[in-house]
C-alpha cells in the first residue's frame, strides 16, 4: 500500500486494479446516495440507457457515429503521414506549417463550403472530420519528427546508410511507435465534433444527433447515459490502441521510467 503514495511508484497490477475498483465504487455510492439537485440521480440514468438502447437505437446510433469516426480517422492518419514525412524535404515545410495552423479554424463557417465541394451529407460529415483531425495530426507528428536527434542520424550514417535510407530506417519506421500514439491521443478530437457535424446534416442519424434530440428537450438523464457512452467506447478505443501499440511496439516502453 505504501506504493501507491510514492513519487515515481509502480505498484503491483492487482493492487492498482483494487485501488481504481474502489474509487469507481466509491463515486457510485456518492452519487447514488449524495445526488446532485441539477444533476439526474444515478437510477434516472440507467433507465434513460435502458429507454435510449431499447425504443431509441442507440447502439445503431453508435455503430453509425463510430464507423464514420474511423473512417475519418483512417483519411486523416494518411494525410497527416504524407504531410508530416515530407517535411524532411525543405521545399514541403511551408505546407506542414500552415496545416498545423488551421487547427484554430472553426468547423462551423467551413462545413458550408464543404457542402457545395462535394455531393451527400455523409462526405460532408467525412470530409469536415477528416480536415480537423488531419491538421491535429500534423502538428503531433512534425513534432515527433522534429525529436529525431542528431545523433540517431549520424549513427545510421556511420552505417553506410545514405540520406533516404536513413530516413527510412530512423524517421519512418523508428518513429512508427510515437506516430501510433500521436493518432491514440488525437482520436478524442473526433467524438468532440461529432455531434455539431451529425447535427448539422441528420439524414444518417447517429449519436450525435441523438445527445442533440435529448439536449434540445432538456432529458438530462437521457444526455448523461449517452455521454457516459461516448465516454466508455472512447475508453475502449483507446485501451485498443495501447494495445496496438504495445504488440507491435514492444520496444517502444523500454525506455521508460521503472
Not at 435510449?52 to 486523416?76: I, K, N
Not at 487547427?103 to 457542402?115: D, E, K, Q, S
Amino acid at each position: 500500500m505504501k506504493t501507491l503514495f510514492l513519487p515515481n511508484a509502480r505498484p503491483p497490477r492487482t493492487t492498482f486494479a483494487l485501488m481504481v475498483a474502489g474509487q469507481a465504487g466509491l463515486l457510485l455510492l456518492l452519487w447514488l446516495f449524495y445526488p446532485l439537485q441539477l444533476f439526474p440521480s444515478l437510477g434516472d440514468v440507467l433507465r434513460a440507457l435502458a429507454d435510449l438502447t431499447t425504443t431509441q437505437g442507440l447502439v445503431p446510433e453508435l455503430w453509425a457515429s463510430m464507423t464514420t469516426a474511423l473512417q475519418a480517422l483512417g483519411m486523416a492518419t494518411v494525410l497527416a503521414l504524407l504531410i508530416s514525412y515530407l517535411t524532411a524535404l525543405p521545399f514541403f515545410r511551408p505546407l506542414a506549417y500552415a496545416a498545423s495552423k488551421m487547427r484554430y479554424l472553426t468547423l462551423t463557417g467551413l462545413t458550408f463550403f464543404v457542402a457545395l465541394l462535394v455531393s451527400s451529407g455523409h462526405e460532408v460529415k467525412l470530409s469536415v472530420l477528416t480536415f480537423a483531425t488531419t491538421v491535429y495530426l500534423v502538428t503531433g507528428m512534425t513534432a515527433v519528427m522534429l525529436g529525431t536527434t542528431q545523433q540517431e542520424l549520424d549513427h545510421a550514417r556511420t552505417l553506410g546508410l545514405g540520406e533516404w535510407r536513413s530516413f527510412w530506417e530512423v524517421v519512418v519506421l523508428g518513429k512508427l511507435a510515437d506516430m501510433l500514439e500521436v493518432v491514440r491521443q488525437n482520436f478524442a478530437i473526433i467524438w468532440t465534433m461529432i455531434t455539431l457535424v451529425e447535427t448539422l446534416y441528420q439524414s444518417e442519424g447517429g449519436i450525435g444527433l441523438l445527445l442533440y434530440k435529448q439536449n434540445r428537450y432538456l432529458h438530462l438523464d437521457g444526455v448523461v447515459a449517452i455521454q457516459l457512452v461516448i465516454l466508455a467506447a472512447g475508453a475502449a478505443q483507446d485501451y485498443v490502441f495501447g494495445l496496438l501499440r504495445r504488440v507491435f511496439f514492444p520496444y517502444a516502453s523500454l525506455a521508460a521510467a521503472r
